[in-house]
């Protein structure tokens, strides 16, 4: 049975040849999400900007969501957000701040009781002011910054700096491009997007370790090899297995948000995104920047640098070297399959 595979094998695509190219289009992207945030801003739900939260118990049968969302919008509230929970006969209606301050708020509370009073009990109300709402976003923002720092302070640890480097600029990368899909999208930000967020630092940081680790071990190993070539290599080698978790990842997300409803839309479309710009930033940003930190393959890169190299001190290729370990013993040089430390040239005792 042949395995499915979603890219060939062997590859030798020379990714490091586009990052002059890569890094001005990421660079402007970024600008563009941080403008975006300024300027546009987000559309943060009930969470971060305030609102009402309604327990509801439908008094017989099942709670209908649908229903219940198509009420709350023709009140006209504003945003209205109806989720079930536990029992199939609860649910929960948000809706946001009202203009007119606390007697607007409870005017609106009213209307809903009366709309939905004959086939629903109103188990519990509860408003979230904006005093609240800006302590989630402290929360919510520092969560994040420490996950960070502490997953990126490990790799400080495991790895050499420029690996931390270029894993802290991978991710701010990430981190910037998704907030800025959410400016231009006005999809709802509320606790399940930091939520995506987290995620989308995980799925990151793990793909970028994967390449890192391979071009750790490829650094020691072939020490005559230029620096850039040595990533092309290891980046070609772990491809196959960047785009198979990736593709299953979005198959997963797609499956979330055809079937998942409207609960989860913002924290589905905002991890495909991401898993997409994580996955270009482990090959694009993350690696490239090694170079410009100066981890250098220092033999490989001295001897490419080097005009007057002769042919036989020239860095080898990646494809040579390959060649040159794979090839069987009986086609390798006679020199090279003599035994070592013997001498068949000693004369003879008499």
């Not at 403008?35 to 939260?53: H, P, R």
């Not at 029992?87 to 809903?112: C, H, M, S, W, Y």
């Not at 190993?221 to 593709?247: C, E, G």
Request: glycine letters at 8%; charged letters at 20%; a positive charge.
């Amino acid at each position: 049975m042949k395995l499915l595979r979603l890219a060939p094998e062997n590859t030798k695509f020379p990714f490091m040849r586009f990052r002059r190219v890569s890094y001005p289009f990421s660079a402007l992207l970024s600008l563009i999400a941080v403008a975006l945030f300024i300027f546009k801003g987000m559309n943060f739900g009930i969470d971060f900007a305030g609102g009402t939260v309604i327990e509801l118990r439908a008094k017989s049968g099942y709670a209908e969501v649908g229903a219940l969302r198509t009420l709350g919008e023709n009140l006209k509230l504003g945003d209205i957000e109806v989720q079930g929970f536990g029992n199939p006969a609860d649910a929960t209606l948000r809706f946001g701040l009202q203009p007119g301050g606390d007697v607007a708020q409870q005017a609106a509370v009213e209307k809903i009781r009366g709309a939905v009073g004959t086939d629903y009990d109103l188990r519990r109300v509860e408003v979230v002011g904006p005093r609240v709402s800006n302590e989630l976003v402290q929360s919510g923002t520092l969560g994040v910054v420490l996950s960070i720092i502490a997953v990126l302070s490990y790799l400080w640890f495991r790895f050499e700096w420029q690996f931390a480097v270029g894993a802290v600029i991978a991710t701010m990368h990430d981190l910037l491009l998704t907030v800025g899909f959410f400016s231009i999208t006005q999809l709802e930000f509320n606790t399940t997007s930091i939520a995506a967020i987290l995620t989308i630092v995980g799925y990151s940081l793990n793909e970028t370790v994967v390449v890192l680790d391979r071009i750790r071990e490829n650094m020691r190993k072939y020490k005559k090899m230029s620096t850039a070539q040595m990533v092309d290599m290891s980046i070609n080698a772990v491809l196959p297995r960047t785009i198979m978790t990736a593709t299953t990842v979005m198959l997963a997300l797609l499956a979330l948000v055809i079937f998942g409803g409207q609960v989860i839309r913002s924290f589905s479309l905002a991890m495909i995104w991401g898993i997409f710009v994580a996955t270009y930033s482990s090959i694009f940003i993350c690696s490239p920047m090694l170079i410009y930190l100066g981890l250098r393959n220092e033999e490989g890169d001295r001897l490419a640098a080097r005009p007057e190299a002769s042919a036989h001190d020239a860095p080898v290729s990646a494809q040579a070297l390959l060649e040159t370990e794979t090839a069987e013993p009986a086609k390798r040089p006679a020199a090279a399959r003599k035994p070592a430390g013997r001498n068949n040239n000693r004369p003879k005792r008499s």
